[in-house]
């Protein structure tokens, strides 16, 4: 694997490309090392698959909660949500999602909650990335039941 992206289904020619449904030219880094994550959960894919999939619906279902606890001020819900997410992210080497959660608990720990809608957007977007490479990863899996 390279970048992070799993050795299957490899492009057209047998290149080491990235797979079709990354956008080309310069852009983020991945929002999952697929190789790292792999090797944490023992070569177990069907396992990684299965806990991916179960942390994309839990976290799915958390984000719309935490915009309504913005809603109504309640920044210790927003800070709980944010290190589970945190955490949960971490051990799925979602670096990304795992560094926007960690910045939000980080603002709402030292009172600077003017930056949280703001966190809380770039909190969601890195969950919409992972959950669109998650989905092309394992198109059968269609995460169901996630927003």
């Not at 983020?28 to 792999?38: E, I, V």
């Not at 899996?141 to 927003?147: L, N």
Request: no cysteine.
């Amino acid at each position: 694997m390279k970048n992070g992206l799993p050795k299957k289904n490899p492009e057209p020619g047998g290149d080491n490309s990235p797979p079709s449904f990354l956008p080309e030219g310069p852009s983020l880094p991945l929002p999952l090392d697929y190789d790292k994550a792999l090797r944490e959960f023992k070569n177990d894919e069907a396992f990684l698959r299965d806990v991916l999939t179960e942390f994309l619906h839990t976290a799915g279902l958390a984000l719309p909660k935490m915009n309504k606890a913005l809603e109504q001020e309640d920044f210790a819900m927003i800070q709980n949500a944010a290190h589970a997410i945190k955490g949960g992210a971490s051990n799925l080497t979602a670096m990304a999602l795992s560094h926007a959660a960690a910045e939000l608990e980080t603002a709402l720990k030292t009172n600077t909650g003017n930056l949280v809608p703001d966190l809380i957007k770039g909190l969601n977007a890195e969950f919409s990335r992972l959950k669109s490479f998650a989905d092309n990863l394992y198109p059968e899996s269609h995460q169901k039941g996630t927003p």
